[in-house]
């Protein structure tokens, strides 16, 4: 039988992208030019503000002194695990070298980015836990200078909770600059930064065009779109607790996909009966965004069997996916694209993108097909050399000189030539390519 949509989208979340790119790219290109003036301009005309771009010691202490300390306790909570996951992460990409054949060797080395732009989210909500992920792991790979921007309140500035986060983590300038503005200023090296090597962390629409434009003269996490997040549920799910959790994910923003994909049409309906009272349960501003995202983005998939619910879910390649079914060692065996998994009903996408310690930087609208998230490698390049004795290099040399005569790259051939000669001038080699 057929997957049976129960609810269907309505709207795709690359509505309105053309006129963004354009948007964007204009304002880059101006900023590029007009340097911490146009900036500044932008902020001005974006946030509502003029006030300091750079905090100096000073405000980031005052700033650090206005947060609670059962707050500080939170995000030192959610710092520490994020840093010890990031450390173990670090440690599974080791510097090494092997003996290819007799006399070369060969070998890769990690080196950490010299500097990094990490960009926090702090409009409709303030992403205290982005400025964690996103600094921690950038400071645990050993990037030289970390760079963090938020967007900052109408005469107000940047929320201390931020403002602690970022310190916390090890951010070495912070800055009272979002959208597209913040992500040139890291990008050209505007107001004493240096220019960043790469570009990480979530954003709306206009600064994941900015990533994606920019991308290539930096370096950047991913091309990132709206939030998304995917639920398989069997008959032994909690329908309840699906609903909620479906409803926290769609808070995100308007055009935020949520699934549920299911085998068992009793709980499809089920959940799908509770979830309007779920959202207008929530504040005003939450239960817009969760509404609109419902409404339009959302589907139920009615699928025959667990084998083609997995089979639906590596199709959407969610950025989230959580697993409320029995036998989850069999979901985590069988299940091959997303961005993060949440197996079983004690955890959940909410606990993930706070303080688990895995990051809440992940690939979205399918990207997890190819990729995975923000991690401690993203700060890091990993690198190859390799070194000879002259025995070692004969047996290397003949077959590039041949493999080169074959594609036609007589430079190529001649640069074996020349070490051949040189080192083994009483031999005569066939050089030429195979026929």
Same mark, same amino acid.
């Given at each position: ?58 405000? /980031? ?17 959610? +710092? ?14 080791? @510097? ?34 982005? #400025? ?12 030289? +200078? ?66 994606? *434009? ?16 995917? /639920? ?6 909690? #329908? ?22 299911? @085998? ?14 779920? /959202?207008? #349960? ?18 139920? *998939? ?57 990051? +809440? ?15 401690? +490698? ?58």
């Amino acid at each position: 039988m057929p997957r049976e949509y129960l609810k269907t989208a309505t709207r795709s979340a690359r509505s309105g992208a053309e006129d963004v790119s354009r948007s964007v790219a204009a304002i880059l290109a101006d900023i590029e030019q007009g340097g911490e003036a146009a900036a500044r301009r932008y902020a001005s005309q974006f946030d509502n503000y003029d006030g300091p771009v750079v905090l100096d010691e000073d405000a /980031i202490a005052k700033a650090c002194a206005l947060v609670p300390q059962a707050l500080r306790d939170d995000i030192a909570f959610a +710092h520490d695990n994020v840093r010890r996951f990031a450390q173990a992460q670090k440690q599974s990409v080791q @510097d090494m070298q092997t003996e290819v054949v007799p006399g070369l060797i060969a070998g890769q080395k990690t080196i950490p980015c010299n500097a990094a732009g990490c960009y926090i989210p702090g409009g409709r909500y303030s992403h205290v836990a982005s #400025a964690i992920m996103t600094v921690t792991t950038a400071k645990v790979a050993g990037v030289g +200078h970390i760079a963090a921007c938020s967007p900052p309140r109408p005469g107000v500035g940047l929320p201390p909770a931020i403002i602690y986060a970022a310190h916390l983590s090890g951010a070495d300038s912070i800055l009272a600059m979002g959208g597209v503005q913040g992500i040139a200023a890291m990008t050209f090296g505007l107001f004493g930064l240096p220019r960043a090597d790469i570009l990480a962390g979530p954003g709306n629409q206009y600064v994941a065009e900015a990533k994606r *434009i920019l991308y290539g003269r930096v370096g950047i996490d991913m091309v990132a779109g709206p939030t998304d997040s995917l /639920i398989l549920a069997d008959a032994s799910a909690d #329908a309840h607790i699906v609903a909620t959790d479906l409803v926290s994910q769609a808070e995100h923003g308007h055009n935020s996909p949520v699934w549920l994909v299911t @085998d068992d049409r009793a709980l499809a309906m089920d959940v799908a009966a509770r979830v309007p009272a779920l /959202i207008a #349960a929530l504040p005003p501003l939450n239960r817009e965004s969760a509404n609109a995202a419902w409404r339009d983005y959302a589907e139920i *998939i009615l699928c025959d069997d667990r084998e083609d619910m997995a089979a639906c879910s590596d199709a959407y390649a969610p950025e989230h996916l959580t697993v409320q079914a029995a036998d989850l060692d069999w979901w985590l065996d069988r299940l091959t694209c997303y961005g993060s998994l949440f197996l079983g009903e004690e955890t959940t996408v909410s606990y993930g993108d706070k303080a688990t310690g895995t990051n +809440h930087v992940l690939p979205t609208s399918g990207a997890a097909k190819y990729t995975g998230g923000l991690s401690v +490698h993203k700060y890091m390049k990993v690198v190859t050399w390799q070194r000879a004795t002259r025995t070692g290099s004969k047996s290397v040399a003949i077959a590039t000189a041949r493999i080169s005569r074959v594609e036609g790259m007589e430079g190529h051939a001649r640069s074996a030539d020349v070490r051949l000669a040189k080192y083994f001038p009483e031999e005569v080699f066939d050089l030429a390519a195979p026929t």
